[in-house]
Every structure is written in structure tokens, then in C-alpha cells.
């Protein structure tokens, strides 16, 4: 387990949607998000849809955003927006991202901006542009 300063990070073994989901419920009581990119950290990006399946709601979907924003981006922009990339797979990501507050969709842009500023190969600018259009629905 990794230690957080509020609560204790559970170590995912294997990362299975249920186990996922169960280390991400431990988390609620803690305000702060880095817990929660601790956990991301664990998971491959592109298993996000995978593991996330049908589970998204609109709380997990902002404390993702808020994680990456908060605590990803300036260490790791291609971690970030790999995240952010794959967890508009998922599947009821559509839905779910229609009714994201002014202020989180605020966020998330301003997050965005960030990661065009950095210099990378993971991702282009147009990648951003199209990524940023999966978010403005």
C-alpha cells in the first residue's frame, strides 16, 4: 500500500475492474486527489476502459480529472494525457461528460492547455484538439 498523508493507497495486485473500483471507494473519504492519481498510477492507460467498463459516474470522473490536473501533469504530460485520452473510451464517458460543471469543464481545459505547452512525442497538437472535442460535448 502506498501511504498518502490522509489515507493508505491500496497496491493493486491485478488490476481487474472490481479491485479497481473497490481501491477507488477506500478513497472517498479523502478530499485530497493525490490518493486518487496514486492509484492511477498503477493502471496502464489504455486499460482504463477496460476496467472502468460501465462504472463511470460523474464524481469518478471528476476526481480523474482533478487528479491529473492536480498532481499528474506537470510530472508526467504523457502519463496525463494518456489517462485523459483513454477515459474518453470509456463507456459511458459520452453521457456522463454532458453534465460536468462550468467550473470542472474549466478544469479540464485549462489542464489541456497545460499539456500542449509541453514538449512531447507522445502527442500532437491535434491530438490535443481532437481530445479537447471528446471533452466540449
Known amino acids: 500500500m502506498v501511504q498518502n498523508d490522509t489515507v493508505t493507497v491500496p497496491k493493486l495486485k491485478k488490476v481487474s475492474g472490481y479491485e479497481f473500483l473497490q481501491a477507488w471507494t477506500s478513497l472517498k473519504r479523502s478530499r485530497d486527489t493525490e490518493a486518487y492519481a496514486e492509484l492511477l498510477k498503477q493502471i496502464a492507460p489504455e486499460e482504463l476502459p ?14 480523474i480529472v482533478k487528479a491529473v ?65 471528446q471533452y466540449s460535448h
Not at 53 to 60: I, P, V
Not at 93 to 109: A, E, I, N
Open 69 to 133: 490536473c492536480e498532481h499528474l501533469i506537470e510530472s508526467d504530460g504523457d502519463l496525463s494525457y494518456s489517462l485523459l485520452a483513454n477515459l474518453s473510451k470509456v463507456e459511458r464517458f459520452k453521457t456522463v461528460v454532458l453534465f460536468l460543471s462550468h467550473s470542472d469543464r474549466k478544469r479540464l481545459m485549462n489542464s489541456l492547455k497545460k499539456l500542449g505547452a509541453k514538449k512531447t512525442e507522445v502527442y500532437s497538437a491535434t491530438d490535443l484538439k481532437n481530445l479537447k472535442q
Open 50 to 63: 477496460e476496467v472502468l467498463t460501465n462504472k463511470l459516474d460523474g464524481d469518478m470522473l471528476v476526481n
